[in-house]
Every structure is written in structure tokens, then in C-alpha cells.
């Protein structure tokens, strides 16, 4: 495992920085005072968990004049789906497809 899928699954391994992806798929980039309206932490607390984030890849910040928004970079999450999941679940799906052929094949 790479450097980089450490940082990711350590991201992904805290609940409060799941929900910060969740607000931000659910509207994206959003400032940090936006963030940390939606958490019961302090203005420091949400920065460290932004900080984990973005460590990941997982959020990018870009300043917008005065402000920094933040985005979700979804691409880190999909390269840990292609190697853990997908080819896990390949030989099921393909299993589940000739099944289905055998079954409708004509007696």
C-alpha cells in the first residue's frame, strides 16, 4: 500500500471528516465558517480535520479573494475503489452474468 492510500483511508477512518466530504458533496466549496457551522467543534478543531483532508487529497482549497473555499476531490476515493473493491467484486459480477446466460439459454 502506497503512501498516499494511508493518508486517504486514515481520512476516511474519522467520522467527523466523512461528514465534512458529505456537506461538501452535497454543495461544494464551502468556506471554513460554513464548515464549522454544521460541527459541534471549535474553528481549530474543523482547520485539523481540513488539514487531514487535504493531506489526502481529498479536499482542495482555493482562495476566492479573501476567502478559501473548499472542494472535494473525489479521485482518491475512486483510485481506493478501483484497487479494494472492484477487482473483489469482478469474479461475482461475472459469476452472476453466466449464471444468467445458462439460465436463459433456450432447452
Same mark, same amino acid.
Given at each position: 500500500?502506497?503512501?498516499? +492510500? #494511508?493518508?486517504?483511508?486514515?481520512?476516511?477512518?474519522?467520522?467527523? @471528516?466523512?461528514? *465534512?466530504?458529505? &456537506?461538501?458533496?452535497?454543495?461544494?466549496?464551502?468556506?471554513?465558517?460554513?464548515?464549522?457551522?454544521?460541527?459541534?467543534?471549535?474553528?481549530?478543531?474543523?482547520?485539523?480535520?481540513?488539514?487531514?483532508? +487535504? #493531506?489526502?487529497?481529498?479536499?482542495?482549497?482555493?482562495?476566492?479573494? @479573501?476567502?478559501? *473555499?473548499?472542494? &472535494?476531490?473525489?479521485?482518491?476515493?475512486?483510485?481506493?475503489?478501483?484497487?479494494?473493491?472492484?477487482?473483489?467484486?469482478?469474479?461475482?459480477?461475472?459469476?452472476?452474468?453466466?449464471?444468467?446466460?445458462?439460465?436463459?439459454?433456450?432447452?
Amino acid at each position: 500500500m502506497t503512501d498516499d +492510500e #494511508d493518508r486517504v483511508f486514515k481520512a476516511l477512518a474519522d467520522p467527523t @471528516r466523512r461528514f *465534512l466530504l458529505d &456537506l461538501l458533496f452535497a454543495r461544494d466549496g464551502r468556506t471554513l465558517t460554513e464548515l464549522e457551522s454544521e460541527l459541534d467543534m471549535t474553528r481549530f478543531g474543523v482547520m485539523k480535520h481540513l488539514r487531514v483532508l +487535504e #493531506d489526502a487529497g481529498l479536499v482542495v482549497p482555493r482562495k476566492s479573494g @479573501r476567502e478559501k *473555499l473548499h472542494f &472535494l476531490n473525489p479521485v482518491p476515493i475512486r483510485l481506493i475503489h478501483d484497487r479494494w473493491i472492484d477487482k473483489y467484486t469482478e469474479r461475482h459480477v461475472s459469476a452472476l452474468a453466466a449464471l444468467k446466460a445458462e439460465l436463459e439459454k433456450e432447452p
